[in-house]
């Protein structure tokens, strides 16, 4: 079993910053990519950023130069710093990771989600 747990979400003011984490636990023997993404009201979830066990990342173009994802492999856990908020960034945002279990399988796994509102 394992599980993705996220936390770091709320309320900021256009301009501000906020700090998701997301730890992955459970039965895990590695894990690969990690990453997040955002679903908005009415649209389509979608990729904000991603890093692989090596550190490479990439991010989405309206994020880009604002927002920081980084990685601690050693307690499972990913981070994504966000500044100078925009109010097109508020959605519910979602952490991701490829996992390989005891099984030796890989699969992907989901976080609950955590809200990030950005309002005056």
């Known amino acids: 079993q394992v599980q993705l747990v996220e936390s770091g979400g709320g309320l900021v003011q256009p301009g501000g910053s906020l700090r998701l984490s997301c730890a992955a636990s459970?039965?895990?023997?590695?894990?690969?990519?990690m990453g997040w993404y955002r679903q908005a009201p009415g649209k389509q979830r979608e990729l904000v950023a991603s890093i692989i066990s090596g550190g490479s990342t990439n991010y989405a173009d309206s994020v880009k130069g604002r927002f920081t994802i980084s990685r601690d492999n050693a307690k499972n856990t990913v981070y994504l710093q966000m500044n100078s908020l925009k109010s097109e960034d508020t959605a519910v945002y979602y952490c991701?990771?490829?996992?390989?279990?005891?099984?030796?399988?890989?699969?992907?796994?989901w976080g609950q989600g955590t809200q990030v509102t950005v309002s005056s």
């Open positions: 459970g039965r895990i023997v590695s894990i690969n990519a």
């Open positions: 991701n990771a490829n996992i390989r279990g005891y099984s030796d399988s890989v699969f992907r796994y």
